[in-house]
């Protein structure tokens, strides 16, 4: 069993910036795609930034240029930069594991 450990969520102004920590129990970065998810109350999980065991990124359009993903193997922690953020990008941000594993996700708000 994978455990993950969000933080770093909270208020921010529209054009700030915030980063996401999620720390993993083990060193599961070899076997595990990671990923971060936001969902809005009443609305769907999806997909943020993922980063695969090769290192290769993904992003939603809506992020793209904005947020970066990346990992410290060291820390079993993966982040999740995000600048220039908008009241839209305004909601609560997951972590997951393998498409198996979640964490108990962040709140993130962006508003004057």
């Known amino acids: 069993q994978v455990q993950l450990v969000e933080s770093g969520g909270g208020l921010v102004q529209p054009g700030g910036s915030l980063r996401l920590s999620c720390a993993a129990s083990?060193?599961?970065?070899?076997?595990?795609?990671m990923g971060w998810y936001r969902q809005a109350p009443g609305g769907q999980r999806e997909l943020v930034a993922r980063?695969?065991?090769?290192?290769?990124?993904n992003y939603a359009d809506s992020v793209k240029g904005r947020f970066t993903i990346s990992t410290d193997n060291a820390k079993n922690t993966v982040y999740l930069q995000m600048n220039s953020l908008k009241p839209e990008d305004t909601t609560v941000y997951y972590c997951?594991?393998?498409?198996?594993?979640w964490g108990q996700g962040t709140q993130v708000t962006v508003s004057s």
């Open positions: 997951n594991a393998g498409s198996l594993f």
């Open positions: 083990a060193n599961i970065f070899s076997i595990y795609a």
């Open positions: 980063i695969g065991r090769s290192g290769s990124r």
